[in-house]
């Protein structure tokens, strides 16, 4: 993550300022700024009041509305049912931790797997060349990898056979 917090002011007419680029900028294009790993806060153009859960939420919704799914509807009601402390709790410490082990841990996982994927193809290349030095020293044919005798029969493709004269 960037250590740099992009600062947006909210104006009463609904438009969003980045500050940093001295931009206007829309939800989805601040969405993509938290997708890069950037952190944000967004102000109230007029009181300065952090407003920065509120446009998250807002992005999520849109995004949901798209989706048509966004949470359960059972933990919506939970939600609604039990009130803002204890969801607000729960979100904050324990929802925020799982999700972030959740991405260190698949992270950690694609670098394993791209490794294992480039210790296979190292292991074919080996084998390969195993097989070309077994093919120079081996009298059977099985260890070779390209053809070492033709059959004296066989013809090329090109080659026509001067008793077949009803062929083109």
Known sequence: M????????????????????SVYITLDQ????????????????GSGDDVTAYILTQILLESAKKKKFLLPVRLLHMMLRYGDNVMGDFFEQHLAQTIEAYVSRRQSFDAQFKQVLHMGSEFTEMARRSM?????????????????????????????????????
């Not at 960037?2 to 680029?21: F, G, I, P, Q």
Request: aromatic letters at 6%; glycine letters at 4%.
């Open 30 to 45: 601040l969405a993509g700024i938290i997708r890069e790993g950037r952190d944000v806060k967004v102000v109230e153009a």
């Open 132 to 168: 070309d030095d077994l093919s120079k020293v081996s009298p059977f044919p099985f260890f070779s990898s390209t053809p070492k005798d033709k059959d004296p029969d066989e013809k090329e493709p090109d080659e026509k056979d001067p008793g077949d004269k009803h062929k083109p």
């Open 2 to 21: 960037s250590d740099e917090t992009v600062v947006v002011k909210k104006y009463s007419n609904r438009r969003l300022y980045d500050t940093s680029a």
